[in-house]
């Protein structure tokens, strides 16, 4: 099922902006950004982006990885570059889940960029170590409060996708895990697969394998809808956490600013571009399912998830490290 069929958060979220006047864009190199290393999410959406953009624009469209400080380096850069249409930036919700992590963020996730639209959405399945007694949410939700803070669960590091999703769940359940960071996914895994944690938010992609070996166990999708790579695992909303979309979205921006004109060319084409049967088999391979919208969407979007974890990151006390 398409992945904007799965979402009802924003009805503006299918469209398509109509294609505008002729624009001849600028005779320079255009830049993207990605505020993470080679190999991740945003890095592998710049990259099939970039590499069908530069013939639409007749320039060349390089991908720049300045990676650090959870992304922040990379995002400052943009935030503070000249609104051209010439530096871009391919991101995740980490960018609004830094807003609230980090004391005098250099720049703003919502006034500073000019949103130009989705890319992809990357879903969070909730597992568990086969171990682990709790067979369904709500076995675990019985286990931790007869026993708070005794069930342990694990993430890449403090303050990431995967820790926020736990604490919102900790959140509207009414529990107290103990939450187990670790520098990285790789190592949180191979604990997780060991026993020595017993729960862990990871992309479908990654569990699923897991899951069909009999390694891992799923207790519940985080997506507002069931998966199509494990049909039979109830949702966390099913579960009755009203709201509990944890899926990760993925975009392009440009810093504030950016002439109209450049941004309603660059949404047209990204709409082509990730629309198409090769996105979809590239994305696929990848556990990212491509996406679009117009720039006023993305930005509700933005909005939405900015007041949303600030919420959870306040209720549950954390701080990056």
């Given amino acids: 099922m398409p992945a904007m069929h799965r979402r009802s958060l924003l009805p503006l979220v299918a469209g398509v902006l109509a294609a505008p006047a002729a624009f001849a864009w600028p005779d320079q190199p255009v830049r993207i950004v990605v505020p993470f290393t080679p190999g991740t999410g945003p890095d592998i959406v710049a990259r099939f982006v970039a590499e069908r953009l530069s013939p639409r624009l007749g320039q060349p469209v390089v991908v720049d990885n300045v990676a650090g400080a959870s992304g922040n380096i990379g995002s400052q850069q943009v935030a503070r570059a000249k609104p051209d249409g010439l530096t871009l930036m391919s991101s995740v919700n980490?960018?609004?889940m830094n807003a609230s992590l980090f004391k005098n963020l250099p720049y703003d996730p919502v006034s500073d960029f000019a949103p130009i639209g989705l890319t992809a959405w990357g879903s969070l399945m909730l597992v568990a170590n086969p171990a682990q007694a709790p067979n369904t949410f709500a076995e675990l939700v019985a286990a931790a409060k007869a026993s708070p803070r005794k069930l342990t669960y694990g993430s890449p590091?403090?303050?990431?996708?995967?820790?926020?999703?736990?604490?919102?769940?900790?959140q509207a359940s009414g529990i107290e895990l103990l939450h187990v960071p670790y520098k990285g996914?790789?190592?949180a895994v191979q604990d997780l697969l060991g026993g020595q944690i017993g729960y862990m938010f990871l992309p479908v992609h990654v569990s699923a394998q897991h899951i069909?070996?009999?390694?891992l166990k799923a207790i519940a999708a985080g997506s507002p809808r069931r998966l199509p790579q494990l049909p039979d695992v109830p949702t966390l909303i099913?579960?009755?956490?009203?709201?509990?979309?944890?899926?990760?979205?993925y975009g392009l921006f440009a810093p504030k600013g950016t002439p109209a004109p450049l941004v309603e060319r660059l949404n047209r084409e990204a709409v082509d571009i990730l629309g198409s049967a090769e996105a979809k088999?590239?994305?696929?391979?990848?556990?990212?399912?491509?996406?679009?919208?117009?720039p006023d969407a993305l930005e509700a979007i933005v909005v939405r998830d900015r007041k949303r974890w600030a919420e959870v990151v306040a209720s549950r006390g954390i701080a990056a490290e």
């Fill in 238 to 249: 099913e579960a009755g956490l009203v709201g509990a979309d944890v899926d990760m979205w």
């Fill in 94 to 96: 980490t960018l609004v």
């Fill in 157 to 170: 590091g403090v303050g990431t996708p995967h820790h926020l999703s736990m604490a919102l769940v900790e």
């Fill in 212 to 215: 069909r070996a009999g390694k």
């Fill in 281 to 294: 088999a590239a994305f696929d391979a990848q556990g990212l399912v491509p996406a679009t919208s117009t």
């Fill in 185 to 187: 996914t790789a190592g």
